[in-house]
């Protein structure tokens, strides 16, 4: 029998500061960009909240409403279902299916940071697709008032030197994964 292993605790014990938690969150700096997002809910292994939604291109993404930022999430989650319910009485008075829900498209502007995330599914095939980590966001309600959730993400300025993770030894780049010997292709 093998021996007991602790589990990895990744949070920081004790309360986080905001910064800490946005130089987690938002590595790649901070952008703007408009998402549709349908009412199509999830939590993260971490407990944030996720809603789907499209990009421009109409591709997918994920957006997290992560740490501090969860609490606003709750808004947005009211005008989806509101959103939704609306379509479904509308649906069941016209005497039709319920349309696909994601026709069901709120438009926000966003304010975060893009992730890339990577996952193997049971046959070994690699699967990517997109987060949008948010920081701020805001929509329009159903009665046409502009509504603004989140908090603007608190960055060490490049050069802080009191904001420098000196602790913390760089990370290691691994280059290309090349495969295994037998398992890729003879040239």
């Given at each position: 029998?093998p021996?007991?292993?602790?589990?990895?605790?990744?949070?920081?014990?004790?309360?986080?500061?905001p910064?800490?938690?946005?130089s987690?969150?938002?590595?790649?700096?901070v952008?703007?960009?408009?998402?549709?997002?349908?009412?199509?809910?999830?939590?993260?292994?971490r407990?944030?909240c996720?809603?789907?939604?499209f990009?421009?291109d109409?591709?997918?993404v994920?957006?997290?409403f992560?740490?501090?930022?969860?609490p606003h999430?709750?808004?947005?989650?009211?005008?989806?279902?509101?959103?939704?319910?609306q379509?479904?009485?509308?649906?069941?008075?016209?005497?039709?299916a319920m349309?696909?829900v994601?026709?069901?498209?709120?438009?926000?502007?966003?304010?975060?940071?893009?992730?890339?995330?990577?996952e193997t599914?049971?046959?070994?095939?690699?699967h990517?697709?997109?987060?949008?980590?948010a920081?701020?966001?805001?929509?329009?309600?159903?009665?046409?008032q502009?509504?603004?959730?989140?908090?603007?993400?608190?960055?060490?300025?490049?050069?802080?030197?009191?904001?420098?993770?000196?602790?913390?030894?760089?990370r290691?780049?691994?280059g290309p994964?090349?495969?295994?010997r037998?398992?890729?292709?003879?040239?």
């Open positions: 029998m021996p007991f292993v602790p589990p990895i605790d990744r949070r920081k014990k004790g309360p986080v500061s910064e800490y938690e946005d987690g969150l938002f590595k790649g700096g952008i703007q960009v408009k998402l549709a997002v349908v009412p199509v809910f999830g939590t993260t292994s407990g944030d996720t809603a789907r939604g990009n421009a109409g591709k997918e994920s957006v997290v992560a740490g501090r930022r969860r999430f709750q808004a947005l989650y009211t005008q989806l279902r509101y959103m939704y319910a379509a479904q009485q509308r649906d069941l008075e016209r005497k039709v349309r696909d994601n026709s069901i498209q709120l438009p926000v502007q966003c304010e975060g940071s893009w992730r890339a995330i990577s599914d049971a046959e070994g095939q690699v990517q697709h997109l987060q949008f980590m920081a701020r966001w805001a929509f329009q309600a159903h009665d046409g502009t509504l603004k959730y989140g908090t603007a993400p608190l960055l060490p300025k490049p050069g802080d030197p009191a904001q420098a993770r000196s602790d913390r030894p760089p290691p780049y691994f994964v090349s495969p295994a037998g398992q890729g292709s003879v040239s």
